[in-house]
Structure formats: structure tokens, C-alpha cells
């Protein structure tokens, strides 16, 4: 069964902090996104990458950044943790021919207080 | 700005009930849409792709219209496991997401 695993369900952090939250695949797929979806304002989309080392940005950046090093991982990062980030964080991933995303990670909720 | 617009609900609809709802989409140049459903506190899931022809699957079935620039989700014979929340995603040159209508189906 294909399987888009995010590193934490929870996750709690404080103001200032570097928070890193992490996503493996295991189905070989080149494109990976990260989404964070609140109450009223939908999924919206961070990040996304379509290869390894390559990375685009989504429709809100501003105080994220992300990671590709490995075609399974896509990390996204936290540079200074605000409370305004406090949201719940969904990866996924898909094959190169069909952009949108195929399967999502269960989503990590991350409070900053 | 392109958009795609849902109505949010909640759709009340008693189990058996045949249920449909639209979404409407801004950018006349989007070239694939799909359904995805989403159960309470869990990940999306796509549900099916929306083609020119229509989509059928089982009890789900997925138009599009081009002309008034909406696609529309219909579930015949509903059952009390289809209660989620159903988005809408339209995309161009970027994937965007409805907020999402949400079903309640009753016994």
C-alpha cells in the first residue's frame, strides 16, 4: 500500500523556535507539496517540489523554507516559529504527469505558543 | 485572483437520498479537476478526476461544465459512510483547492 508518512501527529513548539517537520514517501513519486489547512481558509499550498533539489513556491512562503535533498524526503522548516503558524501541516505527494497531489501524509498539527 | 468556490454546507441529507453539489471555478483556462474527500481530523483522499465526458464510479458521478465553468459531484444512494467533507480542486498552471462542502448524511 502506498504510504506518505509525516514524522509527528503532534507537535508542540515555542515562539522563536527552528521547527522541522519532515515527510517520507515510498512510491518513487518526483513531486512532493506541503500544505497547511486552517478553519474557513481551506488547504493552502507552501511549498512544492518536482525533483530533487528543486523546490517552487506555493501560495504563502513568507517564513517557511523547504528541503529536498533525497527524492523520499521533503522537509519543510520553520526558520522562526510564530504563533500565526500554529495550523495543521499536510504533505503529499504525486507523479510527475499528474500534478496534483495523489496521497497526503495524516497531517501533523503544530502548536507554537 | 482565480478561485474555486463551494458552497460550505453542511448538506443534511437522510441516508438513501441522492445529494449533489457544484463548484464553480474563475480561470476559464483550468484543464483538470477532481474530487477529494476528506473525513473529520484525517488527510484528503482523491475521490475521482472530472473529465469533458463525465465520470462515473459506482454511486459517484463528476461533470463538468465547461460553458458555465462548474463541475458538479453526485452521489446516488448515499450511505451514512459518506459523511465528509468533499473539495473541489481545479487546476491551470497551479492546483487550487475549494474550502470544501461539507455532508452530513442521516439515518
Known amino acids: 500500500d502506498v504510504k506518505v508518512t509525516q514524522s509527528s501527529r503532534y507537535l508542540v513548539k515555542r515562539t522563536g523556535e527552528k521547527v522541522f517537520l519532515e515527510c517520507v514517501q515510498d512510491?518513487?513519486?518526483?513531486?512532493m507539496f506541503w500544505y497547511r489547512q486552517d478553519p474557513g481558509l481551506g488547504l493552502r499550498l507552501i511549498y512544492f517540489?518536482?525533483?530533487?533539489?528543486?523546490?517552487e513556491k506555493g501560495d504563502i512562503p513568507e517564513g517557511y523554507s523547504v528541503s529536498r535533498e533525497k527524492k523520499e524526503r521533503f522537509s519543510l522548516i520553520l526558520e522562526s516559529a510564530s504563533t500565526n503558524q500554529t495550523s495543521m501541516y499536510l504533505c503529499?505527494?504525486?507523479?510527475?504527469?499528474?500534478?496534483?497531489?495523489?496521497?497526503f501524509g495524516d497531517g501533523t498539527r503544530l502548536s507554537i505558543l | 485572483r482565480k478561485e474555486v468556490e463551494q458552497d460550505p454546507g453542511p448538506f443534511n441529507v437522510p441516508e438513501g437520498a441522492t445529494v449533489a453539489f457544484n463548484c464553480t471555478y474563475s480561470?476559464?483556462?483550468?484543464?483538470?479537476f477532481f474530487w477529494y474527500r476528506q473525513d473529520c481530523r484525517k488527510e484528503p483522499k482523491l475521490l475521482m478526476s472530472?473529465?469533458?465526458s463525465g465520470n462515473e464510479d459506482g454511486r459517484f458521478t463528476a461533470q463538468l461544465n465547461r460553458a458555465s465553468q462548474y463541475i458538479s459531484l453526485l452521489i446516488r444512494d448515499s450511505k451514512l459512510s459518506d459523511s465528509a467533507t468533499y473539495l473541489c480542486?481545479?487546476?491551470?498552471?497551479?492546483?487550487?483547492f475549494g474550502k470544501g462542502t461539507r455532508l452530513h448524511i442521516l439515518p
Open positions: 503529499a505527494s504525486s507523479y510527475r504527469q499528474g500534478y496534483q497531489p495523489q496521497h
Open positions: 512510491m518513487d513519486h518526483e513531486n
Open positions: 517540489s518536482y525533483d530533487v533539489k528543486m523546490k
Open positions: 480561470n476559464s483556462a483550468s484543464q483538470s
Open positions: 472530472v473529465y469533458s
Open positions: 480542486v481545479g487546476e491551470d498552471d497551479k492546483i487550487i
